[in-house]
């Protein structure tokens, strides 16, 4: 990992602000945040990393491919979650994986009313 940080902590944080009904919470060491009481990501300042979750099969691909960038931080009913080194990733990439966390936890009546920020850049 480079000295430089790809995508910084204010960053992070207006990626998620700019999801639909985003709960945080403040946690000690590190921030949470939910979508109607389900947990999606974390962030650790001290660290700048962040944690999100993924389906399995998007965890060990990501660990498998840049272990020097993800990490598994655990698994939970059938998701894995993955720790990302903000320093070695680049903005569009992590909105993709943070778009996909909250996805992966939220009602389907936001589902219908978010568009996909991946699929609308390929319009």
Not at 52 to 73: G, I, N, T, Y
């Amino acid at each position: 990992m480079g000295a430089a940080v790809a995508v910084s902590s204010d960053g992070f944080i207006r990626m998620v602000n700019a999801l639909v009904d985003v709960e945080r919470a403040e946690g000690g060491d590190y921030s949470s945040f939910s979508v109607r009481g389900k947990r999606f990501g974390y962030y650790w300042p001290r660290t700048q990393t962040v944690g999100l979750k993924q389906l399995l099969s998007e965890q060990h691909a990501l660990v498998a491919e840049r272990p020097d960038v993800f990490e598994e931080q655990f698994t939970s009913g059938g998701f894995g979650w993955v720790v990302v080194y903000l320093a070695g990733i680049e903005a569009d990439e992590l909105a993709e994986l943070v778009f996909e966390a909250w996805r992966l936890s939220a009602p389907e009546d936001l589902l219908s009313r978010v568009p996909d920020p991946a699929r609308e850049g390929r319009r």
